[in-house]
């Protein structure tokens, strides 16, 4: 190394950095070699020191000494990274034993894999949060966005959740189109209302569903059933609560998709539902 004007700086303390070891070092240095593992953290503080210096090295890390890529950021340093970095700031043109040992080492490794490592992943829901199951629409439904983590929605394939606003504009977005649908309203951020399968259109909020398009409510997610607030053959309006689901030690209210009545009622009180377990059927 010595034979090679090359020296080390081992690093005790990596933050914050001891300014006056480092200026010493670099002391009439050319260049600087910074081996930072993955991401950047001794690179920018040594820049930054030395920033002011009236004769500094130049700085290799991340980047070369023309601001293009070098070190990789995204994986673990191995003995070939160090090795071809070695190698640079020896020079290419560079002859001697360290410069010789250096090119035999790397004419035997194997290219490194340079592909992106992380796999891709959108934006979700935390694990066991009711966003996962209650952001199931109807079909037929047309669901809009609301403020929060529930816009993640719209990132997510298998629902067809539309767009969002701002604070306080939510449905907004669906005025301009309110003189061509047939439908009088939409759903905007409030899932709990929105749970169930059905074999026909969610109906509009002023039509009964009819006999022969009964509609089963299911579980939005896991717990206990609270409190059941209707019975068997009891009218019921749209978005009227039925059943409070205890999850979390949280509330969840489960209401009515459409005004009818209640033809059944699969469960009662203390009861342990799983997610999409049906509840009550309206008709």
């Not at 081992?10 to 081996?35: H, M, N, Q, S, Y």
Request: proline share 6%; with cysteine; aromatic share 6%.
């Amino acid at each position: 190394m010595a034979k090679a004007s090359l020296a080390v700086f081992k690093v005790a303390v990596t933050w914050p950095l001891e300014p006056r070891g480092i200026e010493e070092f670099v002391r009439d240095k050319k260049r600087v070699l910074v081996l930072d593992p993955k991401r950047r953290f001794l690179e920018p503080q040594i820049r930054d020191l030395l920033f002011n210096m009236k004769k500094r090295p130049s700085i290799i890390g991340k980047k070369d000494e023309m601001g293009q890529a070098f070190l990789s950021e995204t994986r673990q340093l191995e003995a070939m990274d160090g090795a071809h970095a070695l190698r640079h700031l020896l020079g290419q043109k560079a002859k001697g034993n360290l410069a010789n040992a250096l090119d035999n080492f790397l004419a035997r490794q194997q290219p490194a894999n340079t592909e992106n490592i992380f796999p891709a992943r959108i934006p979700h829901f935390c694990s066991g949060c009711p966003h996962n199951t209650g952001t199931k629409i109807l079909p037929g439904a047309r669901v809009g966005a609301g403020i929060g983590c529930h816009a993640m929605v719209q990132l997510q394939e298998g629902k067809s959740t539309e767009g969002y606003t701002q604070m306080g504009g939510e449905g907004m977005t669906v005025i301009g189109a309110a003189p061509f649908r047939k439908k009088s309203y939409v759903w905007v951020n409030e899932p709990e209302i929105i749970n169930g399968n059905s074999n026909s259109e969610v109906q509009s909020n002023n039509e009964p569903v009819s006999d022969e398009t009964g509609m089963v409510v299911n579980a939005p997610l896991a717990g206990n059933i609270f409190r059941i607030e209707k019975n068997v053959g009891d009218t019921v309006s749209d978005d009227e609560t039925i059943i409070v689901l205890e999850a979390m030690k949280m509330e969840t209210t489960i209401k009515t998709p459409a005004c009818g009545k209640i033809k059944q009622i699969f469960i009662k009180n203390g009861d342990k539902v799983q997610s999409g377990d049906p509840l009550f059927e309206v008709v």
